[in-house]
């Protein structure tokens, strides 16, 4: 099976496209918990609302809203693709009001889709990763991923290595390309071969 991550810059080429450069403020520390795949739960606001700067207010919303903090935002329409390729998977739907760059309701179509935990599928002999002497990955420069580490994985879930990578099975981008889906970035992920 292919592997894909999702870009959550989107397409930066396009100035047509919202993209959003402030994090709500409303989260506080919380904002953390959507980028690294930590349960916010009750804590999360019952009205957040999310407005661009006026310089990324674009003409055009997307499936897919990019952001420069590492967010996966998205529509209703691909949250309902993701829940019905990942049921059962733990991950956090968290729904949020849209503004335009003057504080004007824009949308309440989109969400914060946040998957919990990570799974480690990484082929580390066939990737080029570079360690902290703590441990910690600095810096992943070419990633393999382990096929038997992905048996059983959900269709969308982060890398331990990386929690702010967003992979994606192949049968959940094809669900994407069928329902049609704008400012999806997708960058197939190396899959070493099933070792004998």
């Known amino acids: 099976m292919r592997y894909f991550e999702i870009e959550t810059l989107g397409d930066i080429n396009n100035s047509e496209l919202l993209f959003l450069d402030q994090e709500p403020e409303v989260l506080g520390l919380d904002g953390y918990c959507l980028a690294a795949g930590e349960p916010i739960g009750t804590d999360y606001p019952s009205d957040v609302?999310?407005?661009p700067s006026e310089e990324?207010?674009?003409i055009e919303l997307s499936s897919l809203l990019g952001n420069n903090f590492?967010?996966?935002i998205a529509s209703a329409a691909v949250k309902e693709a993701v829940s019905a390729h990942c049921v059962g998977a733990a991950i956090e739907y968290l729904p949020f009001t849209l503004l335009d760059h003057r504080e004007r309701v824009r949308s309440q179509?989109?969400?914060f889709i946040n998957p919990l935990g990570s799974i480690d599928a990484v082929d580390a002999a066939a990737s080029d990763i570079k360690y902290h002497r703590s441990g910690a990955v600095v810096a992943i420069r070419k990633l393999v991923?382990?096929?038997q580490k992905l048996i059983g994985a959900p269709g969308l879930f982060?890398?331990?290595?990386?929690?702010?990578?967003?992979?994606?099975?192949e049968p959940l981008v094809r669900a994407f390309k069928e329902r049609g889906f704008t400012n999806l970035v997708l960058r197939e992920i190396a899959v070493s071969a099933v070792k004998a």
């Open 145 to 147: 991923l382990d096929p």
């Open 70 to 72: 590492n967010y996966l």
């Open 158 to 169: 982060r890398l331990k290595q990386d929690l702010q990578r967003y992979i994606v099975s």
């Open 56 to 58: 990324h207010a674009g």
């Open 109 to 111: 179509d989109y969400f």
């Open 49 to 51: 609302k999310v407005k």
